[in-house]
């Protein structure tokens, strides 16, 4: 039952959501920075940011992954509605690699929301 609250908001999403302000809009956080805020290793990091479920990932490393996107399991409707809503311009700039991994959680993304509606 938690794991399908947390579910809701998985690794992926949570990794596509994490951002801060730059200038007048937003920018993605790298793996380095979320590193830093987290207090988990990068590789961690790498790891989480593709994965479609929290199943077998720590309570801490969870709240400590998801703190550092900016998510709240707890109040998860504020970011399910921006992610329906807004558009994430943050996801097209940057480096060509970054821009690969915003891809690829947009794929991510898309299939957890089709098999979620099925």
Request: charged share 25%; hydrophobic share 40%; net charge positive.
């Amino acid at each position: 039952m938690i794991l399908d609250k947390l579910d809701r908001l998985p690794p992926c999403v949570c990794r596509l959501l994490a951002r801060c302000r730059h200038g007048k809009g937003w920018r993605g956080l790298s793996h380095r920075e979320l590193g830093q805020i987290s207090k988990l290793p990068k590789s961690t990091i790498a790891e989480l940011s593709f994965r479609k479920t929290w199943k077998g990932v720590a309570v801490d490393v969870v709240d400590a992954f998801a703190a550092a996107c900016g998510v709240d399991h707890l109040r998860a409707r504020r970011q399910i509605t921006y992610l329906r809503t807004r558009s994430m311009t943050y996801t097209e700039t940057g480096s060509i690699a970054q821009v690969k991994m915003y891809t690829r959680l947009l794929r991510l993304y898309a299939e957890i929301t089709k098999a979620q509606q099925s």
